[in-house]
């Protein structure tokens, strides 16, 4: 994907935090920030919604024999 530069302007305390936040996390501001952006519009969550889903799909006979007759006698009311 093509990147895009951005300028922004911050108070010290503001950047210090988000260079010690990167820095925990392993990860260079750009990125840091990057992500910030992605959870606050939702993408990161849409993206975990979707890989739950998949993951579902490719273990549903895993689960199915695990649990499904635990399940299958929740659905009927009984526990």
Not at 15 to 21: G, I, L, P, S, Y
Not at 55 to 70: D, H, I, L, P, R
Request: hydrophobic letters at 35%; glycine letters at 8%.
């Amino acid at each position: 994907m093509a990147k895009t530069q951005l300028n922004v302007r911050v108070d010290e305390g503001t950047a210090r935090a988000a260079r010690e936040r990167a820095l925990e996390r392993g990860m260079s501001v750009n990125r840091y920030i990057e992500e910030l952006v992605k959870q606050d519009t939702g993408e990161a969550g849409h993206t975990f919604v979707e890989s739950a889903a998949d993951f579902m799909k490719q273990y549903e006979a895993v689960f199915v024999e695990e649990f499904g007759a635990e399940l299958e006698g929740r659905r009927e009311g009984r526990h």
